[in-house]
């Protein structure tokens, strides 16, 4: 779409995978970051073959290869006793089967991978959006220093708090009830987790543990949920105390007890999702990621779907037009919502029967992961090819 305006509220995942692709699209944009300086922060991310092919298709072949890990399995088990109830095979059955690995990688690896893609002039740092407006013929990004921006498209990519949103819906995030504790441990503290690559989950009453290798094997990401109705804070930088977390795992299996035992620090975040949209743009702003649909971690797809959004996008603007940009932007969300919707519903179901009480219910889930354990009942989700997707609604 030459000569269009297009302006990214936020530069994290979301907003630099759009760069990327509006970019490989031939489409320019610049990019409004609130953070004055982009530090490594966060910790690990499970990035799924419906990510991957995307990644790769940008540019990011060697360097997630160099960067991530490619785990063997996924594994589920019981929290006490560390039985196993659920094996997924990864690694190369994976890659066969659907043409792109599974990677776990730590976020801030994945950010810089993807800032590595935009040219340093186009992104700017310190630079907080509070408010959008729109007039007949172009969007208006205000700026908390006074700066207006002026744009013919505007993308919120700003999260959950999205102020872009708010031209689309008026809502605002619904907080789950549940607090996630997440650290990283330096490898070699925990060599009984890395005798092979795997995702590992151990379910239990109200409450569960993942875990998995990112940078290249030095380090090994984990996250713990807790009900927690006092603590509202969603921050990066907001500590957690190991004692309380290593306190309320207590009893659980000597490999959760020893993990969280071996971190020498955790953040801490209160997880919130919203309400699905029926729709993500209006006028000339539009949203994509944890501003068009964020969810909680259990489906670990958050960044996967912002991804996608990103390259579905960038599509959907390069061959619509610079005079089309209302039907671009009605075949992004046909493209989206669908998909993004049922992810999102999951993984609030997930919330629940991750945490079952042991009793009737958790035994039937029980037996029910055992019976279930193949590639073939992840077709949907990590087949799905975004590009694709696009092709396939223009040809309808």
């Known amino acids: 779409m030459p000569h269009m305006r297009v302006v990214v509220a936020g530069a994290g995942i979301a907003g630099l995978a759009l760069a990327a692709a509006l970019r490989r699209a031939g489409i320019d944009c610049h990019l409004y970051e609130q953070t004055e300086r982009l530090a490594e922060v966060g910790a690990g991310i499970q990035l799924a073959p419906n990510a991957t092919r995307l990644l790769r298709r940008l540019g990011l072949r060697d360097r997630l290869r160099d960067l991530a890990v490619t ?17 997924t095979s990864l690694g190369d059955s994976c890659q066969r089967r659907f043409g792109a690995p599974y990677y776990t990688v730590h976020r801030a690896d994945l950010h810089g991978a993807l800032l590595s893609l935009v040219p340093s ?34 993308v919120g990519a700003d999260g959950i708090h999205s102020v872009a949103r708010e031209q689309i819906v008026a809502d605002r995030p619904r907080y789950s009830g549940q607090t996630i504790y997440r650290g990283l441990v330096p490898a ?21 543990v993942v875990c998995y290798p990112v940078s290249a094997g030095r380090q090994v990401s984990f996250g713990a949920t807790l009900p927690a109705t006092d603590w509202r804070e969603e921050s990066w930088a907001a500590r957690g105390e190991v004692t309380e977390l290593a306190a309320a795992y207590a009893g659980w299996h000597p490999d959760v007890t020893h993990l969280i035992g071996a971190a020498q620090t955790v953040s801490r975040w209160a997880l919130h999702d919203r309400e699905s949209m029926d729709r993500l743009s209006a006028g ?38 610079p005079d089309r940009l209302t039907a671009a932007l009605r075949r992004y969300e046909r493209i989206r919502l669908p998909r993004t919707t049922r992810i999102q519903q999951q993984s609030r179901d997930n919330a629940k029967t991750f945490h079952l009480e042991d009793g009737g219910a958790q035994r ?10 193949g590639l073939d009942r992840h077709e949907w989700l990590f087949g799905y090819d975004a590009e694709q997707a696009v092709t396939s609604s223009r040809s309808a």
């Open 121 to 154: 002039d186009r992104v700017h740092l310190g630079a907080r959006c509070v408010g959008v407006t729109q007039q007949s013929d172009e969007a208006l990004l205000h700026l908390s220093d006074g700066t207006t921006v002026e744009a013919d498209l505007i």
């Open 364 to 373: 039937h889930r029980d037996s029910a992961a055992q019976t279930a354990s």
């Open 71 to 87: 785990p063997q399995a996924i594994e589920m088990r019981r929290w006490d006793s560390g039985t196993l109830l659920q094996r």
């Open 188 to 208: 070699e503290r925990v060599p009984h987790l890395l005798t092979e690559p795997r995702v590992r989950l151990w379910f239990g009453p109200d409450q569960h």
């Open 284 to 321: 000339r702003v539009t949203v994509i990621g944890d501003a068009a649909h964020p969810m909680l971690p259990f489906q670990a797809q958050g960044a996967n779907q912002a991804i996608e959004d990103a390259v579905v996008l960038a599509a959907c603007l390069a061959v619509a037009g």
